[in-house]
């Protein structure tokens, strides 16, 4: 089971950091990623982190910042500079296979909003 939180609403510029934590499985031995769905759009792959560190981003590696703690069972995403066409639920998701495609989760969070304001 995985639960993001975290979103909330932000002025242009502002950083939020969400977070998503894992129980009921061992998450160190799960890849782990970020996607997001804006309002009218598909859900897109943000970033991935594997079991060991391996990162892979999509969205924005400059303004974005992918991390795990697997003693406490939770990744994190910082975003920083946030901008409106951020706006999105954001869903974490937990997998066998390091990937950027949906299909390769087996897990998802509940998905949390983030709106950013202009």
């Known amino acids: 089971q995985l639960q993001a939180y975290g979103g909330g609403l932000v002025q242009a510029g502002g950083s939020l950091r969400l977070s998503c934590a894992a129980s009921g499985h061992t998450f160190s031995t799960y890849n782990m990623a970020w996607f997001r769905q804006a309002p009218g759009k598909e859900r897109e792959f943000v970033v991935s982190i594997g079991r060991s560190g391996d990162i892979t981003y999509y969205v924005d590696a400059v303004r974005f910042a992918v991390s795990r703690d697997n003693a406490k069972d939770t990744v994190y995403l910082q975003m920083n500079s946030l901008k409106p066409e951020d706006t999105a639920v954001y869903y974490c998701?937990?997998?066998?296979?390091?990937?950027?495609?949906?299909?390769?989760?087996?897990?998802w969070g509940q998905g949390t909003q983030v709106t950013v304001s202009s």
């Open positions: 998701a937990a997998g066998t296979k390091y990937s950027s495609r949906q299909s390769d989760y087996t897990f």
